[in-house]
Structures are given as structure tokens and as C-alpha cells.
């Protein structure tokens, strides 16, 4: 059983910044991808940012390079940096350690609100 425990998401105004957490309970170099996953009311789970164990990063159409995620692997700890936020980025954010199609963990989610 893998553990993720997001961390950093709050309230934040248009054009502000945000970074998540994502702790993992066990190391990073065992996870395949660990990424980020959100999910706004009434849309599609959409990717936002991935990393694989070899460190190869992934980011989702609609970040158009605002997003960084990075890893720290001495603490097991992923992280996304959120800049230029805008409204439609308002979203809970799920952090993801995928396995295999069989094997994905998730983590509860922050909620990332971006308004004035």
C-alpha cells in the first residue's frame, strides 16, 4: 500500500502562485509516474503534471508551460509549482502514483481555488 498526502492548495487571485506537496510513503524511484490529477466540478479528471522514476516529465494541454513539477527523493516528496494561476485552473488536485493500468494510488486531494 502506497500513502500520498497532498499539502499547499488554499485560496489564491488570478495571476498568483500555489505549490503542492504530495509526500509518499515509500520511494520515489518504486513509483513508475507520480503526477497530478485534478478535478473541477462537473469536468473530466485531466492531467496536469507527471514524472516517472527516471525523472521524464509530462505536462497536460492546458498548462502551456505555467506548471513545473519536480521531486525531492531524499524526502519522498513531489511537487507541482503553480504560477500565472487563473480561474479555470479552480480545481481539487489529487496526487497519483501509478503502477501499472491495476495499480494506482491516490491521494485525498487539495482544493486550489483561484478567484478575486
Known amino acids: 500500500q502506497v500513502q500520498l498526502v497532498e499539502s499547499g492548495g488554499g485560496l489564491v487571485q488570478p495571476g498568483g502562485s500555489l505549490r503542492l506537496s504530495c509526500a509518499a510513503s515509500v520511494s520515489l524511484f518504486s513509483i513508475n509516474v507520480i503526477g497530478w490529477i485534478r478535478q473541477a466540478p462537473g469536468k473530466e479528471r485531466e492531467l496536469v503534471a507527471s514524472i516517472t522514476s527516471g525523472g521524464d516529465r509530462n505536462y497536460g494541454d492546458s498548462i502551456e508551460g505555467r506548471f513545473t513539477i519536480s521531486r525531492d527523493n531524499a524526502k519522498n516528496t513531489v511537487y507541482l509549482q503553480m504560477s500565472s494561476l487563473k480561474t479555470e485552473d479552480t480545481a481539487v488536485y489529487y496526487c497519483?502514483?501509478?503502477?501499472?493500468?491495476?495499480?494506482?494510488?491516490w491521494g485525498q486531494g487539495t482544493q486550489v481555488t483561484v478567484s478575486s
Open positions: 497519483s502514483a501509478y503502477y501499472n493500468s491495476l495499480l494506482t494510488y
